[in-house]
Every structure is written in structure tokens, then in C-alpha cells.
């Protein structure tokens, strides 16, 4: 059963929710509530980044979130990728319509998750979403709000790419954040956004749980070798400079972009693959690091 604990029952003298901030309106103040009430019924809370967009994301994002699903906790998945929100197509849920009360939202239930994305308000998939910054804060800011999560042990968040007012907004009202998780693939185009990703977490706070190199090598689908058609080893250098831990590398694999078409999560339908494993093995050690993490704060 769901505890029913709200900001008025909490014993917790320390929340920063607990007494109105100066020069706070009591609206400002009566939000700021509402959304640490949500905050508080989620134990762990993980942000997916990336220094830019197309190296795999929502990929991390979908199998991390459905691993831990898998293991019997309850999980949420949000999709804050407001210019491309691919988490419904990933999880085969496109078309698929939310409901609620005034002033709530009820995330879409799938396989054991709970999934949030800017995805489902749209009436057409193909709408470009066209935004001005305030619009999109705005609605970041009622993802967290007014959706009702519930109980959950995690919360995986797909950000939006870059270090600009969207994956800043999240860090500043997700708080605290157990840390984040940043993905690049592993050419040096690629993977020196790391460092402003890593610089980025720095600067608010944010843990760097690690790095993962996706697009690392291709496997060729009836012979199992690995061919480098990429250069190797860009996110794995930057994580030794930046030192931070590099969680591996995740080969490009048919299956994986086959999954990601056909909204069956490849963690779930290949896990005994080699690459499956190898997705396995980067899940582990996010846990682990989380752990760690929480373990020296």
C-alpha cells in the first residue's frame, strides 16, 4: 500500500520544504511543496545525459530503467527530451493516452514501469515541438509536479541533450539527485562533450555515477566480431582525465536498433546476448556506484 505522508505529517525538520524561504511567495512556496512531496516518495532519483543528441540516450535510459524493473523495484521512467521524445517509441507505447484529475497525472504503466513523456501530449508523433525556454521549463517543472509517481525506489530521468536550461532545470529541482549517468560515443567529436557534461555536474552538484561509450565497434551479426568503424576509446580516455569512472562500452549491435524500432527493450529480450551482458555488466556497476555514492555523501 502507498504511504500517504505529506509535507503537514512530515517529521523531517531538516526538509528544506518545511518553512517558507524569504522573499518566497505563498504560491511559490505551495509549489515548491507539492513538488518535494513527490520528491520524498521516490528513494533513489537518476539522470541520463549527454553532451549531444543521437549516441544513444534513451537507449541507456530504457534498459537501465527495465533492468531495475526486472529485479522487482518499482521503477519510474521520465522523458524530458522535450525535441525528441523516443522513450514511447523504444517501449512500443506510441499512441498511448494519459489520464488523471485536474491537476494530476497518471504515468503510463508498462511491464512493471511507470513511463512519463513529453511524447504522449502530443496529438501527432510527427509535431515538432516548438518551444521558446519558459514553455519548457514549465512543463519540466509539471512532470515532476503533478504526475503522480507514487512509491518508487528509482526514478530514471532521460534529459535532454546538451548543458543549456533543460537539463539544468531538472538538476535544480530534482534534488537531492543520486547522480548522472553521461553517454557519448567514442569519437573525439563526440566524447570532448563529455567533458562539458562532466563540468556541468560539477557546477550543480550532481554526482558522475560514470561514463558509458556507446557505438563502440560493430558486431557483426553472424560471426560475432567486433569491427571498429568509429575511433575507440574516446569516452574511456576522457573519464580517466576528468577522473571519473568509465562504466564500459556498448558495441553497435543490430538487435539493439531492431529493439529500439520495434519497442521491445533489448535488456529484456537479449540479455544473454554478448551484448546484453555487456549491458548488464554497465547496469551493475551504476548500481554499484550509486551505492558508493550514497555510501560517502
Not at 87 to 110: D, I, K, N, Q, R
Not at 129 to 156: C, S
Amino acid at each position: 500500500m502507498e504511504s500517504k505522508k505529506t509535507c503537514d505529517s512530515c517529521g523531517d525538520s531538516s526538509c528544506s520544504a518545511k518553512n517558507q524561504q524569504q522573499n518566497e511567495s505563498k504560491e511559490e512556496y505551495a509549489d515548491r511543496r507539492r513538488l518535494q512531496a513527490r520528491l520524498c516518495r521516490i528513494q533513489h532519483k537518476i539522470v541520463v545525459l549527454s553532451g549531444k543528441g543521437g549516441v544513444g540516450k534513451s537507449t541507456v535510459a530504457v534498459n537501465l530503467a527495465t533492468a531495475l524493473a526486472l529485479n522487482g523495484l518499482r521503477v519510474g521512467l521520465l522523458d524530458v527530451d522535450i525535441h525528441g521524445p523516443s522513450v514511447p517509441t523504444m517501449l512500443g507505447l506510441e499512441g498511448a493516452s494519459l489520464s488523471g484529475t485536474p491537476g494530476e497525472l497518471l504515468p503510463v504503466e508498462f511491464g512493471g514501469l511507470k513511463v512519463m513523456s513529453i511524447g504522449f501530449l502530443l496529438h501527432n508523433p510527427d509535431d515538432a515541438v516548438i518551444w521558446r525556454g519558459p514553455m519548457k521549463m514549465g512543463v519540466i517543472k509539471q512532470f515532476l509536479t503533478d504526475v503522480n509517481w507514487g512509491d518508487l525506489d528509482y526514478l530514471i530521468v532521460d534529459a535532454p541533450p546538451g548543458t543549456g536550461d533543460e537539463p539544468l532545470s531538472l538538476c535544480q529541482l530534482i534534488q537531492p539527485l543520486d547522480g548522472a549517468v553521461i553517454v557519448t560515443t567514442p569519437q573525439k567529436v563526440a566524447a570532448v562533450d563529455v567533458r562539458k557534461s562532466i563540468s556541468f555536474c560539477r557546477q550543480v552538484n550532481v554526482p558522475v555515477l560514470g561514463v558509458v561509450e556507446n557505438m563502440s565497434g560493430f558486431v557483426c551479426p553472424k560471426c560475432g566480431e567486433v569491427t571498429q568503424i568509429l575511433p575507440e576509446g574516446g569516452g574511456r580516455k576522457i573519464a580517466a582525465d576528468m577522473s571519473v569512472p568509465f562504466l564500459g562500452a556498448i558495441p553497435m549491435d543490430p538487435g539493439i536498433a531492431q529493439s529500439g524500432d520495434s519497442g521491445k527493450v533489448f535488456i529484456y529480450h537479449s540479455s544473454e546476448s554478448p551484448t546484453g551482458k555487456i549491458l548488464q555488466d554497465i547496469i551493475d556497476q551504476i548500481l554499484d556506484s550509486n551505492k558508493e555514492q550514497k555510501l560517502n555523501a
